[in-house]
C-alpha cells in the first residue's frame, strides 16, 4: 500500500493546513500535521503525502501516527499495526504506544499478544508498560492471567511503581480476588486517592461492604481528601449497610464544598436516604437537584415503595418524562408488595403498550401475581412471553415460574419446569415440597424431600415448614414428630413459632388436642396467634367446645379485631347447638363492631380476573348466573345432595340458611365458570376464606356430575376435584 508515488491533491491539506507548499514536507511541519489531525482520513491523507516522498521509514513519523491510532477515539488499531509493522527499529516507548491502544480498544487479549511478542524481541518493559497493559483487563482476562503478570512484574522490578500497583489492585478486584488487591494496596504508598478509590470499589464489587466503610476511615485518619469518585463508592457500600449516620458525615464533604457534587453523586445520596427510610431527607435532596435523570426519579419512586406509599410512588412515577424497564418494574413490585395485584396487572400492560422491554426482574413480580391471582392463563402467557423474547431465565425467574404453577394448581407444569432447570438451590427445593404437599401430594413432596438431602442441598427452616405440612395433611403424627426432631438433631435448626404450630395442626387434625394443648404449654417461644389458630381449627373439625373457648380468649388477646375468630367460634357453637353461646358471641361482636370477612373467590376467564362476594349481585352476567346456581342445586339435589347448614351460625330457619349457603362466593364462580367455559374444560378458583364443609361436598358433586376438575385454592391448601373425589381427602 505504501509504493503507490502518483501524483494525488489533498484538499484537506490545501485547503487547511498547507498554505505554502513548498513547506509541505518539512518533517517539522509533518509533524504539527500529525498533532492537528482530527480524523483517521485526515491522517491516512497525510501519510499519503509522507509514503510519496520517501518517508516512510522515518521512525518519529511513524510514532506518531501509531500515538494517533492508539490515543484517539477515531484511531484504528489495525492501521497502527500496519505501520509498526514496517518500522525498522522500535523502542519500548513505541511498544507501549501499541499495548496502550489495545487497552484503550478493549481489545485485552490483543495487548497481551502484543506483550508477549513485545518480550519475544528482547524489548524490556518499562515502568509504563505495566499500568498500560493491566488499564485494559477484563474480568476474564484478569482470572486468567492475574497472577501470571503479577509474577512478570516482579521479575522486572516494578512491583514498588505505584501507577503498577494501582494496575494490579484493579485487575486482582476484577477478578474477585480482593485480599491479593489488599496484599498489594497494604505495601503500596498508600499517599494516592485514586489507589484507595480502587480498593474500596473492588470491595463494593465482592459486596464486602464493612472493609469500604473501614477503607473510608482510615483515608480519613491520614487525612486524605476523598474525590467524588471515593464518596459514590462509599455511599453505595453504605447504602447496603444501612448505615446512615457515616451517610451524614460523607454528606458533609458536599455540604463543606470539600467535594463538588455531580448528579451521580445526587443519585447515590438520595438513594441512601430513600433505602434508610429518611423520605423527607431524599425528597428534600431530590427537589433540590437542578438535573434529574431517569435513574433519581426511579430512586424517588423506589423510596417511596419500600416506606409502603405506593399512591405517593405511583404520583412521582407518573410524573416522569422518562422511563426504563427499572422505573416499570419499581412500581409493579410496588403494588405486588402491597397485595394490590389488580393494579399489577393494569401496570404490566400499559408497560407493554410503551414498548418497554420487560426483564427477569420484572417477569419475577408479574409471576408472582399470576400466582396470588392463581391465574394460570396470564401465568401461561407470561411464559410463553420469556421463551419467546429470549428473557434470561435465571434460577430466580425459574424458581417464580414452579410457584405460580403451584399456586395455580398444575402440578404437571411445575414438576416439567423443575426436571429442566441446569441448576437448583434451597428455594428450588423447598418450592417443590410445599406445592407438592399443599395440591395433594403429600407422599411425593416427602420423596422430593429425601431427593434434596441426596443432592447434598441443606433444607433451611421454610423447608420443614413443607415437611411439616405434608405430614399434617396424610395424618402421619408419627412420622411428622420424627421429622420435627431431626430438624435440630440433623441440620442445626432450631424450630421457630410457625413449626410448633405445624405440630399443633397435626396433633389437632388427628384428634389429639390434649396433646397439642400440651405442645402449646411448654413451647419455648410464646405462642402466636398462627399456634393458636392451629388448635381453633382443630376444635371446629372434633367439635371440642372447651379447648376452642380456650385457643378463641387467647387469639383474641393477641388480636382483638380479628373478626374470623369470632364467626370460627359461632360455627363451632353452631355445629355443637351451643345457642346461648352463638348468640352471647354475636351479641359482643355486634357491640364491639366487628364484621366477618366477607368470602371472596376469584377465577381468570380469557385473562381476565372476575371477582366474585358472598351474595353479591354486581357482575355483568349476574342474572345468568344465579339462574345457572339454581338449577344447579336442583340438579344436585335430584343426585343426593343435602345442604349441610351445620356451619351456619345464623339465627335463622333452615331454608334461609340454604339460601345463604348457596350465595357463597365459590359457588358463584363455578355457576360462572360453567356459563363461560367448555364442556370438559379445568374451573380454577382462588377463595380467600377456608372453603366450607357445604361448598367442598357441591365441589364433589360438580366434578362428577359435570364430568369436570375442579381445583379450588383456599386459605390453607388446594382442593383438586375429580369424579367426586378430592384431593385433600375430606381432611383438611
Not at 228 to 243: E, F, R, Y
Request: glycine share 6%; with cysteine; proline share 3%.
Amino acid at each position: 500500500m505504501f509504493k503507490h508515488k502518483a501524483t494525488v491533491t489533498f484538499p484537506f491539506l490545501k485547503a487547511s493546513l498547507c498554505p505554502n507548499p513548498s513547506q509541505l514536507f518539512h518533517l517539522a511541519h509533518l509533524h504539527s500535521l500529525i498533532e492537528s489531525c482530527k480524523s483517521m482520513n485526515q491522517l491516512k491523507q497525510i501519510h499519503s503525502v509522507i509514503v510519496q516522498n520517501g518517508l516512510i521509514f522515518d521512525p518519529k513519523l511513524c510514532t506518531k501516527i501509531i500515538a494517533f491510532c492508539s490515543g484517539n477515539e477515531s484511531g484504528e488499531m489495525r492501521y497502527a499495526r500496519s505501520v509498526f509493522d514496517i518500522m525498522p527499529e522500535r523502542g519500548v516507548f513505541v511498544w507501549n504506544t501499541m499495548i496502550r491502544g489495545y487497552s484503550r480498544e478493549n481489545s485485552p487479549q490483543s495487548g497481551v499478544s502484543f506483550y508477549r511478542e513485545m518480550l519475544k524481541n528482547n524489548v524490556r518493559p518499562d515502568s509504563y508498560t505495566f499500568p498500560f497493559l493491566l488499564k485494559g483487563f477484563t474480568r476474564e482476562v484478569s482470572s486468567k492471567l492475574g497472577r501470571e503478570m503479577h509474577a512478570h512484574i516482579c521479575k522486572f522490578g516494578f512491583e514498588l511503581n505505584e501507577f503498577v500497583r494501582h494496575g494490579l489492585i484493579h485487575v486482582y478486584c476484577l477478578c474477585g480476588q480482593v485480599d491479593m488487591a489488599r496484599g498489594v494496596f497494604d505495601l503500596s504508598g498508600k499517599s494516592d486517592v485514586l489507589i484507595w478509590n480502587v480498593m474500596i470499589s473492588g470491595y463494593n464489587r465482592s459486596k464486602r461492604f464493612g472493609e469500604s466503610r473501614r477503607l473510608f476511615y482510615a483515608m480519613e485518619e491520614r487525612k486524605l481528601q476523598p474525590t467524588l469518585v471515593t464518596l459514590v463508592s462509599v455511599i453505595s457500600a453504605l447504602s447496603q449497610l444501612k448505615d446512615l449516620d457515616t451517610g451524614y458525615r460523607v454528606h458533609q464533604y458536599v455540604k463543606d464544598g470539600k467535594v463538588q457534587s455531580n448528579l451521580v453523586l445526587d443519585n447515590a445520596l438520595v438513594d441512601l436516604y430513600a433505602g434508610s427510610r429518611k423520605m423527607d431527607v431524599a425528597l428534600g435532596l431530590f427537589q433540590s437537584m437542578k438535573h434529574k435523570d431517569v435513574i433519581s426519579w426511579t430512586t424517588i419512586v423506589k423510596g417511596f415503595v419500600n416506606v409502603g406509599q405506593v399512591d405517593v410512588a405511583r404520583k412521582y412515577f407518573d410524573q416522569m418524562s422518562e422511563r426504563d424497564n427499572i422505573s416499570w418494574t419499581a412500581m409493579i413490585d410496588g403494588y405486588v408488595k402491597e397485595n394490590r395485584f389488580k393494579d399489577v396487572l393494569m401496570l404490566f400492560r400499559e408497560m407493554q403498550a410503551a414498548k418497554i422491554r420487560p426483564d427477569e426482574f420484572t417477569m419475577v413480580s408479574i409471576l408472582t401475581t399470576c400466582a396470588h391471582l392463581g391465574a394460570l392463563e396470564l401465568g401461561e402467557w407470561i411464559k410463553a412471553y420469556i421463551d419467546n423474547h429470549k428473557i434470561k431465565v435465571d434460577i430466580h425467574l425459574a424458581n417464580a415460574v414452579i410457584d405460580m404453577y403451584f399456586k395455580c394448581g398444575n402440578v404437571e407444569k411445575a414438576l416439567m419446569m423443575f426436571s429442566t432447570m441446569p441448576c437448583r438451590d434451597k428455594f428450588t427445593w423447598t418450592a417443590m415440597i410445599i406445592g407438592l404437599a399443599t395440591n395433594g401430594h403429600e407422599r411425593e413432596a416427602l420423596d422430593m424431600f429425601f431427593e434434596m438431602l441426596r443432592a447434598s442441598e441443606t433444607p433451611d427452616d421454610v423447608t420443614y415448614i413443607g415437611v411439616l405440612s405434608a405430614c399434617t395433611h396424610m395424618g402421619m403424627v408419627d412420622e411428622g414428630k420424627n421429622f420435627f426432631d431431626s430438624m435440630t438433631s440433623q441440620h442445626g435448626i432450631q424450630p421457630n413459632v410457625i413449626h410448633y404450630g405445624c405440630m399443633v395442626d397435626l396433633l389437632g387434625r388427628a384428634g389429639r388436642l390434649e396433646e397439642a394443648y400440651e405442645v402449646i404449654k411448654n413451647m419455648p417461644v410464646k405462642p402466636n396467634s398462627i399456634v393458636w389458630g392451629a388448635l381453633l381449627g382443630a376444635c371446629r373439625v372434633h367439635k371440642d367446645v372447651q379447648t376452642a373457648e380456650i385457643a378463641a380468649q387467647q387469639l383474641l388477646q393477641l388480636e382483638p379485631g380479628n373478626g374470623a375468630v369470632y364467626v370460627l367460634l359461632c360455627n363451632i357453637y353452631a355445629a355443637c347447638k351451643k345457642w346461648e353461646n352463638l348468640h352471647e358471641t354475636r351479641r359482643i361482636m355486634t357491640d364491639h363492631g366487628i364484621k366477618k370477612t366477607p368470602g371472596c373467590s376469584l377465577i381468570e376467564m380469557h385473562g381476565i380476573v372476575h371477582e366474585f362476594v358472598a351474595g353479591d349481585k354486581s357482575h355483568p352476567q349476574s342474572k345468568s348466573i344465579y339462574s345457572k346456581l339454581f338449577e344447579l342445586i336442583e340438579e344436585l339435589k335430584f343426585a343426593g345432595y343435602v345442604p349441610d347448614t351445620s356451619e351456619v351460625s345464623l339465627d335463622i330457619g333452615e331454608e334461609e340458611k340454604e339460601n345463604s349457603l348457596h350465595r357463597h362466593s365459590e359457588k358463584l364462580a363455578i355457576a360462572f365458570a360453567l356459563i363461560n367455559t367448555q364442556p370438559g374444560s379445568t374451573i380454577r378458583i382462588v377463595k380467600n376464606l377456608r372453603i366450607c364443609t357445604d361448598c367442598h361436598h357441591v365441589a364433589k358433586l360438580i366434578s362428577k356430575l359435570y364430568n369436570r376438575k375442579l381445583i379450588i385454592r383456599d386459605r390453607t391448601r388446594f382442593h383438586h376435584f375429580v369424579q367426586g373425589s378430592c384431593s385433600c381427602k375430606d381432611y383438611w
